[in-house]
């Protein structure tokens, strides 16, 4: 009897932890955005954007910026988005042109090929022929667009905006593939948070045998701030993806630690390092499985 109502207390316990992760998590406020509602002009590319935000008890007042890969859509990226903000991040997706792949370049022969891409997409100069973006669809103007609107909108958004303009030392910056090296390339225009890059960049010049030139800018975002999360079987070539961090990082020696799904990360390096056995190794870096590994990036690049 004692074991039968010990059991039926571990249950009802299980049963109110879970209530209480699932009140936690239901607090958590999701809601799309259409480019065009935060600027006319502005047009949907894949989906609206996704907007997170947080539970009010358990808020950082830190923005985490999350950029799709290639043809990636906004919306696609929710239950990473929601990891974040159970965490106590204000987390927005981007919808923006990037139906275009990174790797249009790697061949080039022209040796600003990359570094014309990404300006191009951040701001909207006409410098590439790659790709075509104007300044109204650029990324700075997508971004900056929808936190005024958000302000305008929900007072507790209003922090991340100030006379107009985007309070970047509050934001974060993250992106998978494509979208890890516009992240990389927020840092290096703007003074961020942290910078975390998940399966890329994939900026790397195979004619001249050396990552693009952009990333070894000065960067405006403290270099100690910058952390990747990398697939050594990555199809989109795993060496040069450390070449490109290692670069960005400002590494004479590159030092990557291993990690597992499911656990936690203690390392004082910047490169983690995956070989989980999936089908799909390029989009694995954004498993739930791998967690413990978001924590400790973001954690570390925010310190």
């Known amino acids: 009897?004692?074991?039968l109502l010990m059991i039926k207390g571990n249950v009802y316990?299980?049963?109110a932890s879970l209530l209480l992760a699932g009140s936690?998590?239901?607090q958590i406020k999701f809601q799309t955005v259409a480019p065009g509602e935060t600027q006319a002009g502005l047009t949907t590319v894949h989906t609206p954007h996704l907007v997170v935000t947080p539970a009010a008890e358990n808020n950082r007042h830190q923005l985490l910026v999350m950029i799709p890969g290639t043809g990636g859509s906004a919306t696609g990226l929710r239950t990473f988005d929601s990891t974040f903000a159970a965490m106590g991040y204000y987390?927005?997706?981007?919808d923006y042109v990037n139906n275009v792949i990174t790797t249009v370049c790697s061949k080039s022969e022209d040796s600003a090929c990359f570094d014309h891409f990404r300006?191009?997409?951040?701001?909207g100069t006409d410098v590439s022929d790659k790709v075509v973006v104007d300044s109204a669809n650029s990324l700075v103007n997508r971004l900056t667009k929808l936190l005024l609107y958000q302000a305008a909108n929900d007072k507790a958004w209003a922090g991340f905006v100030r006379k107009g303009k985007v309070r970047w030392d509050k934001v974060i910056a993250a992106g998978h593939s494509q979208g890890a090296g516009h992240a990389a390339y927020f840092g290096k225009q703007f003074p961020l948070r942290g910078v975390l890059m998940f399966s890329g960049p994939q900026d790397y010049l195979q004619n001249f045998n050396a990552p693009a030139h952009w990333q070894r800018e000065?960067?405006?975002?403290p270099v100690k701030r910058y952390y990747a999360f990398l697939h050594n079987a990555d199809p989109f070539n795993y060496q040069y993806q450390v070449a490109d961090v290692s670069v960005i990082?400002?590494?004479a020696v590159t030092d990557t630690t291993?990690?597992?799904p499911g656990q936690a990360v203690h390392s004082t390096r910047s490169i983690l390092v995956t070989d989980i056995d999936r089908k799909d190794r390029h989009g694995s870096t954004l498993l739930t499985d791998f967690v413990g590994v978001w924590k400790y990036m973001i954690s570390n690049a925010t310190k």
Do not use: P
């Open 1 to 3: 009897m004692i074991l």
């Open 119 to 123: 300006q191009e997409i951040m701001f």
């Open 13 to 15: 316990l299980l049963l």
């Open 218 to 221: 000065r960067s405006r975002t």
């Open 91 to 94: 987390v927005v997706s981007l």
């Open 249 to 251: 990082n400002h590494q």
């Open 24 to 26: 936690a998590q239901s």
């Open 258 to 260: 291993m990690v597992q």
